[in-house]
C-alpha cells in the first residue's frame, strides 16, 4: 500500500471497471485528495493567455508586456504560488526529498499534451546548487514526460 507523499495518509488506486478491463497496471495518486485541495490549480479562463498567470481578466499581464515579443520561448503556469506550493517546494529543492517530483508528473504530462509542443527544456541549474541539492528540481517533474524532444543539459 502506498501513502500520501506529503502527510502520509494511505492510499489505494482507483478501481472501476474501465480500469480492470484495460489491463494497465493500476495508478496510485502521488497525494491523498486533502493535499491535493491545498494547491491551487489556475482555471483556464481568467489568466494571462500568454503565461498563464491567474488575474481578474483575459488580457496580457504586465511581465508578459514586458518579455520580448520576438522570443520564442513559452511560459505556462499551472499552479499558483500559494502557502501549499511554497511549503512543498521547500520540501522538494531545499530539503531534497526527490520523491515529491511525482506530486506533479500528472499535471505537467497533462499540460504538455493540451499545448503540443515542439520541444520542452528544463531549466539548467548551476553546478554548484546541482551539486549540494544532487538534482534538478525541474528535470525530476519532467522525468517521465515523453514528448516530440526533450532536450536537457549536461548541468541537470
Known sequence: MSACLLCGTPLTAPISLTTLLSFRPLKVP???QRCWRRFSVIDLVNRCPKCGRQQGDTDVCG????????????????????????DF????????DYRLRHVFQEAFKTAIRRATPDLVV??????TTLASRGFNQVAGFLEDVQVAELLTTATS
Not at 508578459?64 to 515579443?69: E, K, M, Q, V
Not at 517546494?89 to 531534497?96: C, S
Not at 528544463?122 to 553546478?127: C, L, Q, S, V
Open 30 to 32: 502521488a497525494t491523498c
Open 63 to 86: 511581465d508578459c508586456l514586458r518579455w520580448p515579443a520576438s522570443s520564442p520561448f513559452v511560459n505556462q503556469t499551472l499552479f499558483t504560488y500559494n502557502d501549499a506550493l511554497q
Open 122 to 127: 528544463p531549466i539548467p541549474i548551476h553546478p
Open 89 to 96: 517546494m521547500l520540501q522538494y529543492k531545499f530539503r531534497g
